[in-house]
């Protein structure tokens, strides 16, 4: 069965009742709304901005230097250090070549011939700063290139220099920090209706114009006009934020973009479910607690072997149903990320969630699927409860395969545990771990890993040490537990039984990002929650930091 057949129907019910319909705002959208707007297109521009600097600055240097060699690539390093979010940067000679490429591991495309993509045509044909449209990379996602002309000091054009980052992470480092805490959500589209960014992370990705779930004669001519709009006002009816119910959305919309760009930002209101804040029943999770959830997982696994997937589904998807139980529920996907079932957020059914990420930017779907891939396990992340008005907490689930198709699993919130990390913390963390994989791509394996382990050296300052691992799990830089180097740690499990040095190890082969750990900090002695971040140095192994919360 098409995984997508159950959202699908749901959709075209809604549309055939006329829920999912566009009409013209009320004026009751006020002035608030107007200025949050006003703020959040200002912001992404300034985020745009702030790229074009560097890539002005690197290519005057550029521009003296070359763009090929270790110079071009020491320039690019440096771009990179002051934007640590940002994925790569590379030189493209005037004749279309990639010439220089930095991290190391991008520099296997020096000497490709890129004149074939839209992006490189672009560049060369306006010889000046662009923001390209979405392009699909080699690592699978889609990714934005904004660019820079280099000139020589006589005025010959020798080609151009580029950051490439995902457009969500430029998109919501911007909007993010503005709607925290308000009743705005924010969507980002191209013109052609491909959507860059959404409060909504499972709507990155699709487009406005061909995606089956926005069909409706009404939507369509909703998102008509906003596209040929630069600016506006309306209504129209969809799933809210938790994707719990269908609301009536009050929407004003602006532009965005600088150097080409052109992007319509969409600020909605009419979130049908009010966020809670405050810690009211907030627990710690004991070590019944945790045999109690996974007991109840595997129970339902059970069930979904007697009585078959189909009936299975249905009672899992009902929230008065026998495997609900306050903001304990069973959840179910398939092993392509795809949800089976989600009590509390029917509209989500039938989508495929395998690169959605927490608020903190953790690939959860990906951890749960790895851990259900591997018999069964825990995973640490935040996700909105539904007994406390969706509220975001953190959240540790059991998940356990039924079949090697799909797989189940139900989570206990933690709201006694903050998991809130600020974006400065946390460009600080890229930052300090991508120049700590520079080190050791330039110094070599030993000599970096007796840096990381000196704990009178720079790489060993307190809470923010740089550990290193084999893909293997071996340890090989731990610098306040020395006793460890050499071993294997791949069996590990934390606090709340996560396999924090596999979870690790999976997110660097796939080239690295954030992941949860409960781990002592040097600084207290205590054990608190840590998000590390880590990256491949190579293929054989990769380095690491995190940043503390609040202590158990």
């Not at 703020?39 to 070359?66: H, K, P, Y």
């Amino acid at each position: 069965m098409d995984a997508r057949i159950p959202i699908l129907l749901v959709v075209l019910v809604l549309i055939s009742q006329g829920c999912i319909t566009s009409r013209e705002s009320p004026e009751s959208f006020g002035p608030g709304a107007n200025a949050t707007l006003a703020q959040v297109t200002s912001a992404i521009n300034a985020e745009l901005e702030s790229v074009r600097d560097q890539n002005v600055a690197s290519a005057n240097q550029l521009s003296l230097v070359g763009l090929a060699g270790r110079d071009a690539e020491r320039v690019l390093t440096e771009k990179l250090e002051k934007l640590p979010w940002a994925l790569s940067s590379v030189t493209i000679s005037s004749e279309g070549f990639i010439v220089a490429a930095v991290p190391e591991n991008y520099r296997e495309i020096v000497g490709r011939d890129v004149t074939y993509q839209d992006a490189v045509q672009e560049a060369f044909a306006s010889k000046a700063p662009r923001v390209s449209k979405v392009f699909l990379m080699e690592e699978g996602f889609a990714g934005i290139s904004q660019s820079e002309p280099v000139f020589a000091p006589n005025g010959t054009y020798l080609g151009y220099t580029d950051v490439t980052y995902r457009p969500e992470v430029l998109i919501g480092r911007a909007v993010d920090p503005i709607i925290a805490g308000t009743p705005f959500d924010v969507w980002v589209v191209q013109k052609d209706g491909r959507i860059l960014y959404d409060t909504s992370p499972e709507e990155i990705g699709r487009n406005l114009f061909s995606d089956a779930a926005y069909q409706s004669p009404e939507l369509q001519a909703f998102f008509s006009r906003v596209i040929s709009e630069p600016s506006g006002r309306g209504v129209y009816q969809f799933w809210d934020r938790n994707w719990d119910r269908v609301i009536s959305k009050e929407v004003a919309w602006g532009t965005a973009g600088i150097d080409g760009a052109e992007w319509r930002v969409v600020l909605t209101t009419g979130n049908a479910s009010p966020m809670s804040t405050g810690n009211d029943g907030a627990r710690t999770l004991t070590k019944a607690d945790a045999r109690d959830l996974d007991a109840l997982v595997k129970e339902a696994v059970s069930f979904a072997r007697e009585k078959g997937k189909d009936v299975a589904l249905l009672e899992f998807n009902n929230p008065e149903g026998r495997f609900v139980s306050g903001d304990r529920y069973i959840f179910a996907y398939d092993m392509n990320g795809t949800v089976l079932a989600l009590p509390f957020q029917k509209g989500l059914i039938g989508e495929s969630r395998l690169d959605v990420q927490d608020s903190n930017g953790v690939s959860y779907i990906r951890a749960m699927v790895a851990a259900a891939s591997r018999g069964g396990g825990h995973v640490t992340y935040v996700y909105p409860n539904p007994a406390r008005g969706f509220a975001e907490e953190l959240k540790r689930s059991s998940v356990f395969p039924v079949d090697g198709t799909w797989f189940v699993g139900s989570g206990i919130y933690l709201p006694h545990m903050d998991a809130r990390f600020s974006r400065d913390a946390k460009d600080a963390l890229q930052q300090r771990v991508k120049k700590a994989r520079d080190f050791a791509q330039e110094r070599g394996r030993e000599e970096a890993l007796s840096a990381f382990n000196d704990l009178s050296g720079p790489w060993a300052a307190g809470s923010d040490y740089i550990f290193a691992y084999a893909m293997d799990g071996t340890t090989l830089a731990l610098p306040f537990q020395p006793e460890l180097i050499g071993t294997n740690r791949t069996g590990f499990q934390d606090h709340y039984g996560v396999a924090g040095i596999a979870w690790e190890t999976e997110v660097a082969r796939d080239g690295g990002g954030f992941v949860y750990i409960m781990y002592p900090d040097p600084k207290t002695g205590l054990t608190a929650l840590k998000l590390c971040y880590v990256v491949p140095v190579d293929r054989e192994w990769f380095v690491g930091s995190g940043i503390y919360s609040t202590p158990v």
